[in-house]
T-cell receptor
Framework: DQQVKQNSPSLSVQEGRISILNCDYT??????FLWYKKYPAEGPTFLIS?????DKNEDGRFTVFLNKSAKHLSLHIVPSQPGDSAVYFC?????????????FGAGTRLFVKA | KAGVTQTPRYLIKTRGQQVTLSCSPI?????VSWYQQTPGQGLQFLFE???????NKGNFPGRFSGRQFSNSRSEMNVSTLELGDSALYLC??????????????FGPGTRLTVL
C-alpha cells in the first residue's frame, strides 16, 4: 500500500528551464510534507518543506506547491541547473491511530542537460 | 559539527548469516531512524528510536531489529539474511523528539549485498 507516490521514475529537462516533480498521497492524516535530494553514494539531504496550512513555500530556486483537496504536491525548480541532477524524494508526515509516521515516495531521478 | 556517520559503508554477506550495522547521529540529536532503500521502492521505514526506546516501527519482519544506546548511537541487526535484504540501509537523526514533522539528517548509508 503506497501512501506516497511519485509516478515519474525519471525526468529530463534542459538547463535553464523549469523542472516540475510531482507527488501524490492518499492518507488525510499527513499534514507536513518534505522534499529531499539524493546524490549517488550520499544520503538524502533536506531541500524544502511545507505545512498543510500553506499552499506554497519558496526557497530560492525551489518552490513547493500543495493542493490538499487533490492530495497532491509538486516541487518546481527554476531555473534548472546541471548540479540539480539527482534523485528527489517526496515525504509526508503525520500522526494518526498508528502513531507518528513519515512516509517516503519511491523517488524521481532528474536529469538536467547542459 | 560532524554529520551522521554509518559503519561499515559496504558489506557482503551470505544467506543465513546475520549482520549488525552501526549509526552515530549528529551530536545532540536523540532521534534515530533507519530506512531500507531498494530500486523502485524508495525509502522504506524500518524503525525509529528515541532515548533508547523504540518509538515507531515499520512493516518489516522480526528478523530486523535495532537498539539505541545512552549516547544516542544506534545499531540495526538483521538475522538469517535473505537475498532480498540486499539494499542500501540509511540512518537518519532528528534534532527534536520525533522524526515526524522534522527535517532528518541522513548518513551516507551502508550498502549490504547478500549472496
Amino acid at each position: 500500500d503506497q501512501q506516497v507516490k511519485q509516478n515519474s521514475p525519471s525526468l529530463s529537462v534542459q538547463e535553464g528551464r523549469i523542472s516540475i516533480l510531482n507527488c501524490d498521497y492518499t492518507n488525510s492524516m499527513f499534514d507536513y510534507f518534505l522534499w529531499y535530494k539524493k546524490y549517488p553514494a550520499e544520503g538524502p539531504t533536506f531541500l524544502i518543506s511545507i505545512s498543510s496550512i500553506k499552499d506554497k513555500n519558496e526557497d530560492g530556486r525551489f518552490t513547493v506547491f500543495l493542493n490538499k483537496s487533490a492530495k497532491h504536491l509538486s516541487l518546481h525548480i527554476v531555473p534548472s541547473q546541471p548540479g540539480d541532477s539527482a534523485v528527489y524524494f517526496c515525504a509526508a508526515s503525520g500522526s494518526g491511530t498508528g502513531g507518528f509516521k513519515t512516509i517516503f515516495g519511491a523517488g524521481t531521478r532528474l536529469f538536467v542537460k547542459a | 559539527k560532524a554529520g551522521v556517520t554509518q559503519t561499515p559503508r559496504y558489506l557482503i554477506k551470505t544467506r543465513g548469516q546475520q549482520v549488525t550495522l552501526s549509526c552515530s547521529p549528529i551530536s545532540g540529536h536523540r532521534s534515530v531512524s533507519w530506512y531500507q532503500q531498494t530500486p523502485g521502492q524508495g525509502l522504506q521505514f524500518l524503525f525509529e528510536y528515541f532515548s533508547e526506546t523504540q518509538r515507531n516501527k515499520g512493516n518489516f519482519p522480526g528478523r530486523f531489529s535495532g537498539r539505541q544506546f545512552s549516547n544516542s548511537r544506534s545499531e540495526m541487526n538483521v538475522s538469517t539474511l535473505e537475498l532480498g535484504d540486499s539494499a542500501l540501509y540509511l540512518c537518519a537523526s532528528s534534532r527534536d523528539g520525533t522524526a515526524t514533522y522534522n527535517e532528518q539528517f541522513f548518513g551516507p548509508g551502508t550498502r549490504l549485498t547478500v549472496l
